[in-house]
């Protein structure tokens, strides 16, 4: 797997000789490319499968008591929800643009994130303060969205039960910064470099591809995804965007 120290040794090659820009970005799209097919060829029967299944135990609720059946079922998903994670991963540094207000965006994510943490059974307080008047902003939508729910849902894992979350938004000069800070059990400092690179997880089912995602997309966005935390008091994840 090439590391970021890996990707900027090829960044400084490809700068250095045109050919060699020529050859590493074909390879790039290649791998790209057959990485979108295998998730796709995979990702279809895979939806029939677990269909079929879910199906099945709604006919058959008996099915339920089978030996290893819960097991079974959890395994589908995550294999679904790596190949979801796969994809975007895989397509995260290709940008949609369009013009919107990132503060309409930050206050629906907050509404539904806050309808989601009400629905579950925990008590972990939400709050935030999205600056008015952040103004337009050109981006991919979508794909920043994907990257506040991870860091979101990453920060309710690490609350667990009850804790707090804190999502805020600003306008400076020339950058919109976002945080989003909780009190859950923070990173361990020879975990902290890890977190970025992609398959890695602490989680028994994660799969390690939402903050590589997330670090992707923003980075294509001209920005950076950076951490501060503290073991056993918190995380604050900043996410700043040139605007
Ligand atoms: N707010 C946080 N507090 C503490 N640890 C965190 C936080 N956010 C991320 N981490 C750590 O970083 C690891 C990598 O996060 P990432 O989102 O990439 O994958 P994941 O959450 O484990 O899996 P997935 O996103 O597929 O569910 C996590 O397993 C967790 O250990
Ligand atoms: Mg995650």
């Not at 079929?52 to 929800?81: G, T, Y």
Request: contains cysteine; hydrophobic residues 40%.
């Amino acid at each position: 797997m090439l590391t970021n120290i890996d990707l900027n040794k090829m960044n400084h090659l490809m700068e250095q000789n045109k050919d060699t820009k020529q050859i590493i970005s074909q390879l790039l799209e290649n791998h790209h490319t057959a990485v979108s097919m295998i998730a796709h060829e995979i990702r279809n029967p895979l939806t029939l499968v677990s269909s079929s299944l879910q199906i099945m135990e709604a006919q058959h609720p008996e099915v339920k008591e089978f030996h290893n059946w819960k097991l079974m079922m959890e395994d589908v998903r995550f294999m679904c929800d790596l190949l979801n994670q796969l994809s975007t991963f895989n397509n995260s540094s290709t940008l949609h643009h369009s013009v919107f207000s990132i503060e309409k965006l930050l206050k629906n994510i907050s509404v539904s994130f806050a309808i989601s943490l009400d629905a579950s059974d925990c008590d972990i307080e939400f709050s935030s303060k999205i600056a008015s008047g952040m103004g337009d902003f050109t981006g991919d939508k979508i794909k920043l969205e994907e990257v506040l729910l991870n860091i979101l849902q990453n920060a309710r894992d690490a609350v667990g039960e009850s804790g707090s979350i804190f999502l805020s938004a600003e306008r400076l000069s020339d950058s919109i910064v976002i945080r989003c800070r909780d009190t859950g059990c923070g990173i361990p400092d020879e975990r902290i470099d890890t977190i970025f690179d992609m398959f890695v997880t602490y989680k028994e089912n994660g799969t390690g591809l939402g903050l590589s995602s997330a670090k992707r997309i923003v980075e294509a966005h001209g920005g950076a995804l950076t951490v501060d935390s503290v073991p056993d008091k918190g995380s604050v994840f900043t996410v700043t965007l040139p605007a």
